[in-house]
């Protein structure tokens, strides 16, 4: 193995690495980025929901392992901007009571070692790197903005405008979401978004999605200081006799081991995999893992209940991009149910290739309204719903490794605020359905997600003040390794109920904060 020298080493291109480094890319110190994946292809299949959906054509071909030691093929992406490149582009800021100590249904969700204040001016930076297209004041559980959004909201299509209007007629209020996109709907030639109907769980074939590699990765190459190596899967992280610092990064690069040496080692896997890197860092001086004196690494784990619904309609739906209606009226309960039940949210147009197996059946009613009709019939009388509560974190909900093997022993908790969500929400749809006096709308088909949905992973090396229940301090270095960082959702102590990548982004423009000064 061959040592090369670098002021800071970064290993991952997610929402945390990929931003981290750009960053810093302007610091002029020497910076190397180590990401396993390559380049995600640009090519035809990015819109094929056949090759996406059905056949997983991006993700990982590998195999983790759950509670029960049954193998599952988790849905994460190892290319440069990590699952950023596959996401649905929802970018939401925390609500400021989920930095609080929150009590639900079936336990506490802990108040963050910081507060909201402390998170604003980097949420601010954070919407303007990733071109958050959104409108304040319409959102009734918005925290306290400095500034507006950097852009306007993405338009309703005019059946999500007419859902949208049925919505707030019954008394809600609707809300356009908050997206990332390269979009300009005044000029659409100096935008890359096209609007398609192939956004959400898809990588975009235009780039006009605004993910790490796009709007960080790609800019920060033309720096001469930094160097971006891909297909460099780190496997351990060795220390000094003392075990108080990061002396070297081993990595696989084409086959061979490679030895890299940094000042400042930031890890940015993703919550699972930066906490399987600690734990299989183990060595004499850290025996249950690097940093884990605590025995907190992997612990916490938390990935939110979340529901996908479709709502079934004889009203064509004519929306291309779909996903632009959020609603948050139930964030924190309803009358008969304090506790916090979470939030919904469109998801991308549901197309014929996208229904499960058992659709035919399920949609049998409808299918018989239309006799001969095909699965994309159903598909365009449809409109798909995203519902996310928050899960507590537990500390047997964990990222645990034996050998080669990673398992996630994980259990859904706060399951009741979940399913009173889904209950509601359901209700909420047969006020605004018209077709309700046709479909029986008791065959709404749902689907939980299940262990294999790791999209909002966080909490695994939660941050805070006490070394005995943290693994990380306030800045996101580990209490227990001096050049030691992780940016990425592992230091979340709650996983609250709003998509976490926006705060995944502002933690990292924080933490670079911290270091740019460090760097001095």
Known sequence: MSAQHYDVIIIGTGAGGGTLAYHLASSGKRILILERGKFLPQEKENWSAREVYQQERYHTQEHWYDVNNKPFRPAVNYWVGGNTKVYGAALLRLRERDFEQVQHKDGISPAWPLQYRDFEAYYTQAEKLYDVHGQSGTDPTEPSRSLPYPYPAVHHEPRMQELANELTQIG?????????????EVDKSLGSCIRCNTCDGFPCLTHGKADAEVNC???????????????????????????REITGVE???????????????????????????????QNDQHPNGLANG?????????????????????????????????????????????????LVQNTGNVLADMLPAEAPA??????????????KTVADHTVGWWLQTEDLPDADNRVRVEG??????????????????????????????????????????????????????????RFGEDPKMSVLDLNCRAHEVDNLYVVDGSFFPSSAAVNPTLTIIANALRVGDHLLDQLK
């Open 172 to 184: 809600l209020h609707p809300f356009n979401l908050p997206l990332g996109l390269k979009l300009n």
């Open 251 to 281: 990595a696989e690069v084409a086959d061979k081991l490679q030895l890299f040496k940094g000042d400042l080692v930031i890890v940015a896997c993703g919550a699972i995999n930066s906490a399987v890197l600690l734990l299989r860092s």
């Open 404 to 461: 080669e093997h990673l398992y996630l022993d994980y259990k859904p908790n706060n399951t009741e605020a979940s399913s009173r969500l889904i209950k509601r929400w359901t209700s909420v749809l047969k006020q605004v359905d018209r077709a309700e006096h046709t479909i029986p709308f008791s065959i709404y088909p749902r689907n939980m997600m299940p262990i294999q949905s790791v999209g909002h992973q966080c909490g695994t090396c």
């Open 362 to 375: 399920l949609l049998a009613p409808l299918l018989k309204l239309r006799p001969g009709a095909e699965l």
């Open 217 to 243: 990765i790609q800019r920060l190459r033309k720096n001469a200081n930094v160097t971006l190596l891909t297909e460099a899967k780190v496997t351990r992280l060795q220390t000094s006799n003392s075990g």
């Open 294 to 342: 605590s025995d907190q690494v992997g612990r916490n784990l938390m990935k939110h209940n979340c529901t996908a619904m479709v709502q079934l309609s004889l009203k064509f739906n004519p929306a291309v991009y779909q996903k632009t209606i959020c609603v948050s009226d139930f964030y924190w309960g309803e009358p008969g149910f304090p506790y916090p039940m979470g």
